[in-house]
């Protein structure tokens, strides 16, 4: 069984560096809130494991 650390609710920039450390190809999709507007808040919503060291994150911006 794999050990993938929790990033949710990290901000982008902690989990990226994280992540990229332990060897983890990151994938990123956007998604917005109710407001629809980029901040520089930008913080992981949702993390999955893709297979062969790839992980997708979910990011949200607040």
């Known amino acids: 069984m794999v050990n993938i650390p929790d990033c949710l609710g990290y901000q982008l920039e902690s989990a990226l560096h994280l992540l990229n450390k332990l060897g983890y190809d990151v994938i990123i999709e956007e998604t917005y809130g109710k407001r629809s507007v980029k901040t520089e808040d930008v913080r992981v919503i949702r993390q999955k494991l893709l297979g062969n ?10």
């Open 53 to 62: 060291n790839q992980l997708q994150l979910i990011i949200a911006y607040f």
